[in-house]
């Protein structure tokens, strides 16, 4: 048990679907992050939230729809996906951007049929 | 941008056996995190180190920040270690990850 949760652990969606991945963090931290991992590729930064606010969207496309209504918790909203979308996502918090160790939750394994 | 470099990229050990794994990294760092990821997909924390050494049971890891390197010692491995190692450094307002090394302990 990291302190970060995340649900779904698997989703399978078609391409015209609407869904959304959540995450919760229980550690007081700042700072929030959405990585995406693809079968044999690195971890890769999607978006950054320092207090709520974006400071980084990594050139990640439109139908990825980041949220964070609160410190504690980040949603990543999915519509119009492609197959090759399908990965684990993996959510992740920090005490603020630059500062503390990383803490990642189980993570969300997406199929887009 | 940073380069993270993670050596070697693949690892067969017999268990019992003692390892190695590295991380150079390309350019000064804030931090740097070593990580395991189990056959599930979770990222485990193993090390905040950005310079220095730490142990814990039977793994420990140096970073010689002002080489641009890490390395994480794996001592008297077991099955259980198997999966893949993450170093991650803390750079600018995110953390780069390197290509990992996995690792396959045989019974």
């Known amino acids: 048990e990291t302190g970060v949760t995340q649900t779904p652990r698997h989703l399978v969606m078609g391409m015209t679907n609407k869904k959304s991945l959540k995450c919760e963090q229980h550690l007081g931290h700042n700072a929030m992050y959405w990585y995406k991992q693809s079968a044999k590729k690195p971890l890769e930064l999607m978006f950054v939230y320092s207090l709520e606010e974006r400071v980084e969207n990594n050139s990640v496309p439109s139908r990825f729809s980041p949220e964070c209504p609160n410190s504690s918790h980040l949603f990543l909203h999915l519509h119009t996906l492609q197959p090759e979308d399908s990965a684990l996502y993996l959510c992740a918090s920090s005490h603020g951007t630059s500062v503390g160790e990383l803490f990642f939750g189980e993570g969300s394994r997406l199929t887009v049929l | 941008g940073i380069q993270v470099e993670q050596s070697p990229p693949d690892l067969i050990l017999q268990e019992g056996a003692n390892s190695t794994l590295r991380c150079n990294f390309s350019d000064s760092v804030n931090n740097l995190q070593w990580f395991h990821q189990n056959p599930w997909g979770q990222l485990i924390n193993l090390f905040y180190?950005?310079?220095g050494t730490k142990q814990n049971g039977r793994l420990s890891a140096t970073t010689v920040a002002t080489e641009r390197y890490s390395l994480l010692y794996i001592s008297s491995s077991q099955t259980t270690d198997s999966g893949v190692y993450f170093c991650?450094?803390?750079?600018?307002?995110?953390?780069?990850f390197g290509p990992g090394t996995r690792l396959s302990v045989l019974p």
């Open positions: 180190i950005p310079s």
């Open positions: 991650a450094v803390d750079y600018g307002q995110n953390f780069v």
